[in-house]
């Protein structure tokens, strides 16, 4: 993540690096469990 | 173990849709609710969960195609069989420069360096509007912290 390489490659793809800890990541995606079960309630959808 | 970065999806449409920027294709949406529809990459996709958020915002009617993989997804928006999708720019930017597809609208609160005309979902009117693909690092539950922190310092950014 920190060669320059690595940088250049994610600018052209578009990927803003972040590159945080465990314990950072696994708040966020508790955080976002919440966000998309209410975006999946909203919407209606349900498993076929 | 880390969230190595994240980037953004586009609202693209197809070129024969008559709306040219976002607030035509809300204004079309509304006359025939129903009559449109868009691709997604399969069910409870970033895909599928964004373009749904984005008709709850707006009150828009537009029926989910869900397929397998935006490898099926974009070839069916350029055919014509879906009339939009969102979708990341490296999939699309060839289709976009030849015309096939226009960009109306981007899914994060910030405008892309690699598309600066394009408008954030936020400034169109629905403020902290974000949905952003994400690419993670993830190891299996009891995986031996000495492994995670060696693994670790590969990524971290400094």
Redesign the interface.
């Known amino acids: 993540?920190?060669s320059p390489d690595v940088a250049q490659r994610?600018?052209q793809?578009?990927?803003?690096?972040?590159?945080?800890?465990?314990e950072?990541?696994s708040a966020?995606?508790r955080h976002d469990y919440e966000r998309?079960g209410r975006?999946?309630k909203?919407?209606g959808?349900k498993i076929d | 173990m880390s969230l190595i970065g994240s980037t953004a999806l586009f609202l693209v449409l197809q070129a024969s849709i008559p709306a040219n920027d976002f607030k035509e294709l809300v204004a079309l949406a509304k006359a025939k609710p129903g009559s449109m529809n868009y691709g997604s990459s399969g069910l409870g996709s970033i895909h599928h969960l964004t373009t749904e958020a984005l008709k709850a915002a707006f009150g828009l009617d537009i029926v989910h195609v869900p397929f397998k993989g935006m490898g099926q997804a974009v070839p069916a928006l350029l055919g014509g069989q879906v009339s939009m999708l969102f979708s990341a720019l490296p999939a699309i930017e060839a289709h976009v420069k030849a015309g096939k597809v226009k960009l109306l609208a981007i899914s994060v609160p910030r405008r892309s360096p690699q598309a600066p005309e394009v408008p954030t979902i936020a400034e169109l009117g629905v403020p902290g509007f974000d949905f952003a693909p994400e690419i993670g690092l993830l190891a299996p539950a009891g995986t031996p912290p000495a492994i995670v922190s060696r693994s670790r310092q590969k990524w971290r950014r400094r």
Request: net charge neutral; proline share 8%.
């Open positions: 993540m920190k994610f600018q793809l578009g990927i803003d690096p972040v590159g945080n800890t465990p950072a990541y966020q995606i998309y975006v999946v909203v919407s959808a």
